[in-house]
């Protein structure tokens, strides 16, 4: 009886034991999932508070100094260097009386082979001051031609610029047949400057020639802007230097 006893008793340690390593091998899976859970929880929580950082600090500097490129170097500080996430665009635009900041960032899936997702968002401000004229950083071409110093304005697409509105035919369209892009498309007159030509303004940096206008004659630019109320407050600049690239 005694030996029956002591087997079973044998068995039963066996079988525990045996028990308890199966439940390890099956919970230990489930930890780790966990884990990577509360990670991608957290990783997503520092993504987020790091890019309305940015978007915050972005919006108030460009909000109060009018300096675009300021505004955008102390929405990059501010959001840092981080590893496991990324800011992918930081946009600057005013609309209306408004500055409009949007911000991407992309964020890893920590726990699944695929793309990583993004997450977006957008801060406005009143604006308070004007637009820096001459913020561009880029240096003057060597061995571009002057072509002497222009009266600079600006322009928009809209009705108020070229007398169209979204939907006409030929809205937002060069008179090169290009379309219309803030940071690259100026008007001119071609018999000054020949449409397509390349040209470095001063304090505006690299533009192309690619539209005219009835008021633009000689010696005057008009800059493409998208936003009219950036174009208003540029107001206009005399006697700035133009060179031609190419």
Known sequence: MKKHIRRWMLHSQRYRRGAATIEFMVILPLFFLLGLVVWQLVLTGMA?????????????????????????????????????????????KIEGEEVLVKA??????????????????????????????????????KGATSLGTFTLTAYTAGPESTGKSPGDPGYGVTASGAPVSEGVTIAVDPSVIPLGSRVYIEGIGYRTAQDTGGAIKGNRIDVYMDSLTEARLFGVKKNVRVMLVD
Do not use: H
């Open 104 to 141: 991407t960032t992309k964020i890893p899936l920590l726990f699944m082979d695929s793309s990583p997702f993004t997450y977006q968002t957008q801060s406005k401000a009143p604006m308070l001051a004007q637009p820096v004229f001459g913020q561009a950083n880029m240096e003057a071409p």
């Open 48 to 92: 987020v508070v790091d890019t309305q950082a940015a978007v915050r600090d972005t919006v108030r500097v460009v909000s109060t100094s009018g300096d675009k490129e300021k505004g955008v170097k102390e929405g990059k500080d501010s959001f840092g260097s981080p590893e496991g996430y990324s800011l992918k665009k930081l946009k600057v």
